[in-house]
T-cell receptor, first 115, second 111 residues
Framework: NAGVTQTPKFQVLKTGQSMTLQCAQD?????MSWYRQDPGMGLRLIHY???????DQGEVPNGYNVSRSTTEDFPLRLLSAAPSQTSVYFC??????????????FGPGTRLTVT | DAKTTQPPSMDCAEGRAANLPCNHS???????VYWYRQIHSQGPQYIIH???NNETNEMASLIITEDRKSSTLILPHATLRDTAVYYC????????????FGAGTTVTVRA
C-alpha cells in the first residue's frame, strides 16, 4: 500500500498560471479531501468528496476546482494562480462512516509558491 | 461543531510523560474527540480518538472528563521524535472526513 500520494512535491508558478495538483489513494477510501496550510497556521479545508462523482466546498474553496471521476483520484485545479495561494497543500482520504476505521490518512503535501 | 482550546506550546523532558490538555466545553453528545499530530513539514498523523470512555493505543492514552468538556492526551514516555504540533479536534463521526484544525499545541521534547 502506497497510501495517499501527491504530485508534485514542489511547484513554482507565476501569477495567472493554472495547474493541477494530483492526489491518489490505493486504500479504496470513499472520502477524500484537500486542505491548505499557511505558515504557522492549522489546516483549512478547500474541497472534499464523499465518493466518485460527488464533490462539495469546504471552508476556503475560491480559486480552486475539483472533480472525482474515480475512487482513487482527486485532483485539485488552480484556475488562475495568485500569490495568496502560496501554501502547502495536503490531500487526505478516509473510509465511510459505517467503517470501523476513524482515521484520516494524509499525503506528504505539495509546496506551492506563486510569484 | 464544538470549538477547542489548547495551550500554544509546552516543553517535555525526554522519557517523561507529556500531558496535553484540550478544552471543548461546547461539545455535543454525538461528537468525538480526535487527536492528530504534525511533525515538521509532514502531513498530519492520526493518534487516537474517543467519545466518552478513556482510550489507549500503542501511541497514546486519551482521558476524557466525565462531563466531556475537556480531555488530556498522554504520551507516556516522550521521545525526541514526538516533537510536533498536536491538534485536538471535536467532530461528529459523520463529518470526520471534514476536519477543522486550529493552531494546536507545539510540543518540544528536550533531551
Amino acid at each position: 500500500n502506497a497510501g495517499v500520494t501527491q504530485t508534485p512535491k514542489f511547484q513554482v508558478l507565476k501569477t495567472g498560471q493554472s495547474m493541477t495538483l494530483q492526489c491518489a489513494q490505493d486504500m479504496n477510501h470513499e472520502y477524500m479531501s484537500w486542505y491548505r496550510q499557511d505558515p504557522g497556521m492549522g489546516l483549512r479545508l478547500i474541497h472534499y468528496s464523499v465518493g466518485a462523482g460527488i464533490t462539495d466546498q469546504g471552508e476556503v474553496p475560491n480559486g480552486y476546482n475539483v472533480s472525482r471521476s474515480t475512487t482513487e483520484d482527486f485532483p485539485l485545479r488552480l484556475l488562475s494562480a495568485a500569490p495568496s495561494q502560496t501554501s502547502v497543500y495536503f490531500c487526505a482520504s478516509s473510509s465511510a462512516g459505517t467503517s470501523i476505521s476513524y482515521e484520516q490518512y494524509f499525503g506528504p503535501g505539495t509546496r506551492l509558491t506563486v510569484t | 461543531d464544538a470549538k477547542t482550546t489548547q495551550p500554544p506550546s509546552m516543553d517535555c523532558a525526554e522519557g517523561r510523560a507529556a500531558n496535553l490538555p484540550c478544552n471543548h466545553s461546547t461539545i455535543s453528545g454525538n461528537e468525538y474527540v480526535y487527536w492528530y499530530r504534525q511533525i515538521h513539514s509532514q502531513g498530519p498523523q492520526y493518534i487516537i480518538h474517543g467519545l466518552k470512555n478513556n482510550e489507549t493505543n500503542e501511541m497514546a492514552s486519551l482521558i476524557i472528563t466525565e462531563d466531556r468538556k475537556s480531555s488530556t492526551l498522554i504520551l507516556p514516555h516522550a521521545t525526541l521524535r514526538d516533537t510536533a504540533v498536536y491538534y485536538c479536534i471535536v467532530r461528529s463521526r459523520s463529518n470526520d472526513y471534514k476536519l477543522s484544525f486550529g493552531a494546536g499545541t507545539t510540543v518540544t521534547v528536550r533531551a
